[in-house]
């Protein structure tokens, strides 16, 4: 509750008249290459920063009490380059700076997934552990998604709280659906190989297969009724 609370107040906090810049990977790779110098930040946690990384990057955890803090201590008059693993915490950290005076603020729109996806260079730190939670390999993908029964596949990150927000809605439905529906956490930072292959760009990323097509996909936050309605389609299930 505490940590919804800040996030909030992260949020709440940020001017609807207040400017920063959105970037794709190449525009995003042009500008930190060029020769105006600047900030370059990660806001991921710590753990996701030393598997994979942006060369030059700082890193300052967008969940720690004295983010804010720490991110005005940043040059005003220089240019800030902003990136997470999606793009959610880097948008709200750009909103934030932006509010704040800051007018060069450039925000990886889609994030590192995005970056890696389209075969930037990421540096690793020696001895970094990588998240290895609901991992999947694109063989065992292959033969989850060509059975006969419906599979609805939610794709996430364990740093991504849009994720972490719908986790219980999965929950439910996993229960609501058993028998008919198959459903699948699969953590996209532990499974880089199948998330590229697959040309995932962002999570939260929900997609239903059967007989290895793919029925209904949907990327971003998706409310409960809503997804309902896509499984009631291929379960089999009657009206609530």
Not at 89 to 98: V, Y
Not at 174 to 183: C, F, L
Request: charged share 25%; hydrophobic share 35%.
């Amino acid at each position: 509750m505490i940590m919804i609370s800040y996030l909030v107040s992260l949020i709440q906090g940020n001017n609807p008249g207040t400017t920063y810049s959105n970037l794709d990977s190449g525009e995003f790779r042009e500008l930190i290459n060029n020769k105006t110098k600047g900030s370059l930040l990660d806001v991921r946690t710590r753990p996701e920063f030393a598997v994979g990384h942006i060369d030059g990057a700082g890193q300052l955890n967008f969940y720690s009490f004295d983010f804010r803090k720490k991110l005005l201590l940043l040059p005003r008059d220089k240019p800030v380059y902003l990136y997470c693993n999606t793009g959610y915490r880097s948008r709200i950290a750009a909103r934030f700076l932006s509010k704040n005076g800051y007018s060069k603020v450039y925000n990886l729109e889609k994030g590192i997934m995005d970056w890696e996806l389209h075969d930037m260079p990421v540096i690793a730190e020696a001895g970094a552990k990588p998240d290895t939670r609901d991992k999947m390999e694109a063989d065992e993908f292959n033969a989850l998604v060509s059975g006969d029964q419906p599979v609805l596949i939610d794709f996430y990150a364990p740093w991504c709280a849009p994720c972490r927000t719908m986790m219980p809605m999965i929950e439910k439905l996993t229960k609501d659906y058993d028998g008919m529906v198959r459903i699948v956490k699969i953590n996209a930072d532990a499974s880089k190989t199948l998330v590229k292959k697959l040309q995932i760009g962002g999570v939260p990323y929900f997609v239903i297969y059967q007989k290895g097509e793919i029925l209904y996909k949907h990327q971003g936050v998706i409310d409960e009724q809503a997804i309902r309605r896509e499984l009631k389609k291929y379960s089999g299930a009657g009206s609530e």
